[in-house]
T-cell receptor, first 111, second 116 residues
Framework: DADVTQTPRNRITKTGKRIMLECSQT?????MYWYRQDPGLGLRLIYY???????NKGEISDGYSVSRQAQAKFSLSLESAIPNQTALYFC??????????FGPGTRLTVL | AQKVTQAQTEISVVEKEDVTLDCVYE???????LFWYKQPPSGELVFLIR??????QNEISGRYSWNFQKSTSSFNFTITASQVVDSAVYFC?????????????FGQGTILTVHP
């Protein structure tokens, strides 16, 4: 079984809809991250969490919110999706500043 | 500030050729960590290697090797005898050791296509 899982893997939605992307990990890591990947822009950090009570904004947090429900679960919400949020979203985990391990990604399309 | 530059946007080779992917980084910290990740066509990001700033030993893993040179701020990746399965986007990345946050800064990626 994969150490970092993301659901759903693919999602198509309409402008204005609320969307939640979920991430779970079995690695026992304390830190979790959400990134988005856009062609030509590489990966950009949306939010990161050091533990359940410590959540921080990344480079591009506007339009997104997160919830760290447990050490192993970190969800990303788009309260009112817009087309320029169409992207590939990755969850990642790490133990402290050690290597970040990525989930398989969620391909989100906002029409 | 930290920055990672992968000047090669795309590389195309024929199977069995050797290929080197360049990575140049900028950081003011004396302690930092460098990474390479592979993103195959299926889309996932696969960790390949981590290197600490205080360890300049080169690394070899099968057909993969990495050349870390602090003097030129480079961390280049060589694939020997390339195979079609090596076709992917390769990202170089950096974390500074000087802060508690550990921001992972990615380069723009190099698209490698290996033709049969």
């Amino acid at each position: 079984d994969a150490d970092v899982t993301q659901t759903p893997r693919n999602r198509i939605t309409k402008t204005g809809k609320r969307i939640m992307l979920e991430c779970s990990q079995t690695k026992g890591h304390d830190r979790m991250y959400w990134y988005r990947q856009d062609p030509g822009l590489g990966l950009r950090l949306i939010y990161y969490s050091f533990d359940v009570k410590d959540i921080n904004k990344g480079e591009i947090s506007d339009g997104y919110s997160v919830s760290r429900q447990a050490q192993a679960k970190f969800s990303l919400s788009l309260e009112s999706a817009i087309p320029n949020q169409t992207a590939l979203y990755f969850c990642a985990t790490s133990e402290g500043r050690d290597t970040q391990y990525f989930g398989p990604g969620t391909r989100l399309t906002v029409l | 500030a930290q920055k990672v530059t992968q000047a090669q946007t795309e590389i195309s080779v024929v199977e069995k050729e050797d290929v080197t992917l360049d990575c140049v980084y900028e950081t003011r910290d004396t302690t930092y960590y460098l990474f390479w990740y592979k993103q195959p066509p299926s889309g996932e990001l696969v960790f390949l290697i981590r290197r600490n700033s205080f360890d300049e030993q080169n690394e070899i893993s099968g057909r993969y090797s990495w050349n870390f040179q602090k003097s030129t701020s480079s961390f280049n990746f060589t694939i020997t005898a390339s195979q079609v399965v090596d076709s992917a986007v390769y990202f170089c990345a950096l974390i500074n050791g000087g802060t508690s946050y550990g921001k992972l800064t990615f380069g723009q990626g190099t698209i490698l296509t290996v033709h049969p």
